[in-house]
Each structure stands twice: as structure tokens, then as C-alpha cells.
């Protein structure tokens, strides 16, 4: 499948899902569909940023100097209280994404 096809063949499978009444197991196997790839692409397209609202997350500016002198992994702490500890540079695009699965 083409990139834009294969996208939407996810696109509608998820959208789907989500209308029944089925757990995701359930669903992939009544579908033939491998469940690791499902998972993978529901996670891609929650990933996205949403055109509508708001993700409640407000933009920081940080100075490169400051990330560079930082030595110390920052730390994010969540209203329900639980805290996502390790965040650096290099793992910014999974804290993002588990960040919005936590939130």
C-alpha cells in the first residue's frame, strides 16, 4: 500500500474501533489485523496535533545555554500527580507523546 493509502486504511480501522462496542483484541482479530500494528498506528495518529482545542500545555522558550548547562534530567509533574521523571533533549518527541497519554 502507498503511504497516503496505507494511512487511511488505519485511519478508518481506528474510527471504527472506536464506534464499537469491542475491546482492541477483539476488534483485530474479527478484522485479521496484527494487534502491535494497530497499537502502533492508533498511537501515531494520537500523536498529531489536533486542529480544534486546546492540549492545555502552554510553549516555553528554553535557551540552548540553559539545556547545555543543565546537568540534572528535568522532571514533569501532572495534576493527578503523577511525575515524569529523565526528560532531556534527546527524549523530547516521547515525552510529548507519553505526555499526552497521561494527561
Avoid: D
Amino acid at each position: 500500500m502507498k503511504t497516503k493509502q496505507t494511512q487511511l486504511y488505519w485511519q478508518q480501522h481506528i474510527s471504527q474501533w472506536q464506534k464499537s462496542t469491542l475491546s482492541q483484541a477483539k476488534y483485530c482479530k474479527q478484522h485479521g489485523l496484527k494487534k502491535n500494528r494497530f497499537s502502533y498506528h492508533k498511537l501515531k495518529f494520537k500523536a498529531k496535533p489536533e486542529t480544534t482545542g486546546s492540549s492545555g500545555f502552554i510553549k516555553i522558550p528554553v535557551p540552548q545555554v540553559a539545556l547545555k548547562e543543565r546537568q540534572v534530567p528535568f522532571t514533569l509533574h501532572f495534576t493527578s500527580g503523577l511525575s515524569l521523571s529523565g526528560i532531556e533533549a534527546n527524549n523530547i518527541g516521547l515525552v510529548k507523546h507519553l505526555a499526552a497519554v497521561l494527561s
